[in-house]
């Protein structure tokens, strides 16, 4: 059986497209005129094919789906519009277009293990459209993000890994046209297997799944791996009003969960207009080929799905043994790649932090949460410590380990790093809808600010909170997660909802400062301290005799100190090998508080590895023992002296 989509083999092109409800399926080819159609002939299972001669590669073609057109009964064919083929592999505009049915030389996936992960959300066109050693005609494509130059940077930051946002073809919802904006997220999704044309330098008749293929050669060959945010939660099409695009007019109770007392309207739970139905053997067929593609024929390492909560949903609610999960678990090539979810959707028990299948991922939305609040001087340091020894409360029911866990601090939605510090409040004007999208998320970072007038001394606070922040995270157990330009200090102007600003609002500037060269520094120190210490690197939770946690007086943590929130540090000792276990011990020292503390190092010598108090995270020289003065809102870590390096 030839898959579905159109494939073009010795000058013959098939064609296969699934729909129950057709009562016939035109191919339009433009270029031979819009009344000239091949029609699909039906077979069983709602499966119509057909073949023609002719035709080359970078052909436009569409569909036509006679039928129904009863949306009483959920049912939306309509011949007039011109229809995207679901499994198009590339589009230009409203149509699909033929891809040559070549193999590809890709390479081999670098295959990084989860311990030694390092993510870099990013977006192709941000990552690169002010990129000033990219050529022109390159920035904000995927041939950018390929550029030796921006590569380079990836590699010397300690990035392993790029997770790119939506690269999917995808289109502009019109209520955002209304207001003259754009998608630019990419949350919207229209083309499963086709990479968005626009972010080609080569065109869009396949030249941007040629482009696509060359960018992640070249990231392969530099060891990082490629992984793409997916949206196989709902598409483009939005609300039931919307005209069809594709999925609608082809086999709508096919493809989208309709309303069960309403089936002309949608169940939805991603707040889109509609959602896709992980029960129906349509849906779960075309996700499968989807990640199937992307892996085998595209070359990508892994996947973050949006709204993955939707992708278990039930009749019975969400299960981890979900149809959808189960299809992925068994599937020999998707489930040996990374999969990380984003765990949550709006819809009833929508919040599954920690409870995805054993060899999935998810964002541990709880880190960032607390971890936040931690550094604006609130919480425990019980708090503290189950984070960087690996958010075990959410992780150990899953029996996924601390590895289960995408620990982050800052992502695309919400304020960067250096705006978090910066903002008590959000500033969306510019999305042109009076203020109301967002979430007013920063909270007070007052704390040892007030009374405090000199730019200069303010902007240390704040890069001195953005250092420790970084270190909480990179430090912890788990796989950590950097937000693209948050090592430039990169910022939204106060805008945490900045999905409509295809601008330098949303770009990243790479105008070098001495403060922003000092956080990419202090930033390259902190990823090599994590790829140098393989204390930190563990892939299973502590146990009592590997780590002690410490109060400044130098003891043990007791029940009381954990509890109280005026203690604003805390000690953490891991241990190296059993029989000197100080000289191979890794020393992580935080004050999460507004004044100095001194700290009373265990019985030994230690040598500094990074202090966040300096703004390259350079350490003092020398070795320390005894007391140590941690300044406010610093880390400090140090090694036992006599701990050769590579048993870090």
């Known amino acids: 059986m030839h898959p579905f989509g159109a494939h073009l083999h010795d000058d013959v092109t098939t064609f296969m497209v699934r729909s129950h409800v057709a009562t016939a399926i035109d191919v339009v080819v433009p270029e031979l005129g819009t009344e000239h159609r091949i029609a699909l002939e039906p077979g069983t299972d709602g499966v119509w094919r057909g073949v023609a001669g002719g035709l080359h590669v970078g052909q436009r073609y569409g569909l036509r789906v006679h039928g129904p057109d009863d949306p009483a009964s959920g049912v939306r064919c309509d011949p007039s519009r011109v229809l995207v083929d679901p499994y198009a592999r590339a589009i230009d505009g409203r149509w699909s277009v033929i891809v040559g049915s070549e193999r590809p030389d890709l390479g081999a996936h670098p295959r990084t293990p989860l311990a030694d992960t390092v993510l870099y959300e990013a977006h192709v066109r941000g990552l690169t459209r002010l990129h000033t050693d990219v050529p022109p005609h390159q920035r904000g494509t995927y041939a950018g993000v390929a550029h030796p130059a921006v590569i380079?940077?990836?590699?010397?930051?300690?990035?392993?890994?790029?997770?790119?946002?939506?690269?999917?073809?995808?289109?502009?919802?019109?209520?955002?046209?209304?207001?003259?904006?754009?998608?630019?997220?990419?949350?919207?999704?229209?083309?499963?297997?086709?990479?968005?044309?626009?972010?080609?330098?080569?065109?869009?008749?396949?030249?941007?799944?040629?482009?696509?293929?060359?960018?992640?050669?070249?990231?392969?060959?530099?060891?990082?791996?490629?992984?793409?945010?997916?949206?196989?939660?709902?598409?483009?099409?939005?609300?039931?009003?919307?005209?069809?695009?594709?999925?609608?007019?082809?086999?709508?109770?096919?493809?989208?969960?309709?309303?069960?007392?309403?089936p002309s309207r949608y169940v939805d739970h991603t707040g889109c207009g509609n959602m896709l139905d992980p029960r129906s053997d349509t849906v779960r067929e075309m996700v499968l080929a989807s990640l199937r593609y992307w892996v085998q024929e595209m070359g990508v390492d892994g996947f973050r799905f949006d709204l993955a909560v939707q992708l278990g949903r039930t009749d019975e609610g969400f299960r981890t043994d979900a149809p959808l999960f189960e299809d992925i678990r068994s599937d020999p090539v998707v489930s040996r790649v990374k999969l990380i979810a984003?765990?949550?959707?709006?819809?009833?028990?929508?919040?599954?932090?920690?409870?995805?299948?054993?060899?999935?991922?998810?964002?541990?939305?709880?880190?960032?949460d607390q971890v936040r609040e931690l550094w604006r001087g609130q919480g425990t340091m019980g708090v503290l410590a189950g984070k960087l020894a690996g958010s075990q409360d959410a992780y150990e029911a899953s029996m996924r380990g601390p590895l289960g866990a995408v620990n982050f601090i800052t992502a695309h939605d919400g304020f960067t790093l250096a705006d978090l510090v910066s903002y008590s409040r959000k500033y969306n004007l510019a999305n042109r809808e009076e203020n109301r999208d967002g979430h007013d998320e920063s909270g007070s970072w007052n704390s040892g600010v007030e009374g405090v007038t000199d730019l200069p001394s303010v902007l240390d606070l704040r890069d001195r909170r953005s250092r420790g922040m970084l270190a909480t995270l990179v430090l912890s157990v788990g796989v950590p997660m950097l937000l693209a330009g948050d090592e430039r200090l990169r910022t939204q102007l106060g805008n945490n909802n900045a999905y409509c600003q295809d601008n330098p609002i949303s770009w990243i500037n790479w105008t070098s400062t001495p403060r922003t060269e000092a956080m990419r520094a202090f930033v390259q120190r902190l990823t090599a301290l994590r790829a140098q210490s393989r204390l930190l690197r563990r892939e299973r939770f502590f146990d009592a005799q590997e780590v002690t946690w410490l109060a400044a007086e130098g003891e043990e943590m007791s029940t009381d100190r954990w509890t109280d929130p005026s203690r604003r540090a805390l000690g953490m000792l891991l241990h190296g090998d059993a029989v000197t276990p100080i000289a191979s011990a890794l020393v992580i020292l935080l004050n999460v508080g507004d004044r100095s503390v001194t700290f009373q190092l265990p019985e030994g010598t230690f040598t500094p590895l990074l202090d966040t108090s300096h703004p390259t995270g350079e350490p003092p020289a020398g070795t320390r023992s005894g007391d140590v003065s941690l300044p406010e809102w610093a880390v400090l870590v140090l090694r036992g002296a006599h701990a050769p390096q590579h048993q870090l």
């Open 152 to 262: 380079e940077e990836l590699a010397g930051l300690g990035v392993t890994a790029i997770q790119l946002m939506p690269v999917h073809e995808h289109r502009t919802e019109p209520s955002v046209c209304s207001r003259g904006l754009t998608n630019y997220w990419g949350y919207s999704t229209l083309g499963y297997f086709a990479p968005h044309a626009g972010y080609s330098s080569s065109g869009a008749r396949g030249g941007q799944v040629a482009e696509f293929r060359s960018m992640v050669r070249a990231l392969h060959d530099a060891g990082i791996e490629v992984i793409l945010d997916v949206v196989y939660n709902h598409t483009c099409e939005a609300g039931p009003d919307t005209p069809a695009m594709s999925f609608r007019g082809i086999d709508n109770p096919a493809w989208y969960w309709l309303d069960p007392a309403d």
């Open 342 to 368: 984003e765990p949550w959707d709006l819809g009833p028990d929508g919040y599954q932090v920690g409870r995805f299948p054993v060899h999935w991922q998810d964002q541990n939305g709880m880190f960032r």
